[in-house]
């Protein structure tokens, strides 16, 4: 991938560092974000065409499938808070070839079943934050691929940026700049 021209440019996912500093006290801003995301995703795909949300720009994801993948990588933050909660030193690893999503075939799915599913398990997972005491929010593991620690805030952060990721890769497809859209 080439690097960002300036600072409007895509930045795969893959690609992305982070430097988790955020203070405790933005835990409920955090949930706030990550519980919203089904809404801002039904939003914007109201009134969308099925054949926009199908279409493939190339071998990247459509519409349908950035949501699919979406939906795909709860049980993965499940497992991760699972991480957390018993204290594990490393968290889970995610299927970096994202297998799941490519399997799947959301394309053929009625989006209303993704976006249904996408929201039941986000709100069981948003729940469970809701639950966490202070000393949960800063209790640390190592992600697998970034090879650093995170504290579970810094986990709410890494999801809420991966949402938006693949909210605003969806806008870009919507108007036909897809720039890149896996990963």
Do not use: C
């Not at 960002?4 to 955090?30: G, K, M, Q």
């Not at 809404?39 to 926009?52: C, H, K, N, T, W």
């Amino acid at each position: 991938m080439r690097p960002p021209n300036d600072s409007t440019d895509r930045v795969r996912w893959f690609s992305r560092t982070f430097t988790f500093d955020i203070e405790p006290w933005a835990f409920p801003n955090l949930i706030e974000r990550v519980r919203g995301t089904p809404a801002r995703l039904e939003e914007r795909l109201r009134g969308v065409s099925p054949a926009a949300l199908v279409a493939r720009p190339g071998d990247s994801w459509s519409v349908q499938e950035n949501a699919g993948h979406l939906f795909d990588l709860e049980p993965l933050w499940a497992t991760r808070l699972d991480d957390f909660e018993r204290g594990t030193e490393r968290l889970s690893a995610a299927d970096l070839q994202n297998r799941k999503t490519h399997d799947a075939n959301h394309n053929a799915a009625p989006i209303s079943d993704i976006l249904a599913g996408f929201r039941r398990i986000r709100m069981e997972i948003v729940a469970r934050l809701e639950a966490y005491d202070q000393t949960m929010i800063v209790r640390t593991a190592l992600h697998p691929r970034l090879e650093q620690p995170m504290r579970l805030i810094d986990f709410v952060l890494f999801v809420a940026e991966h949402d938006d990721h693949h909210l605003a890769t969806i806008t870009a497809l919507l108007r036909g700049a897809a720039g890149s859209t896996r990963g």
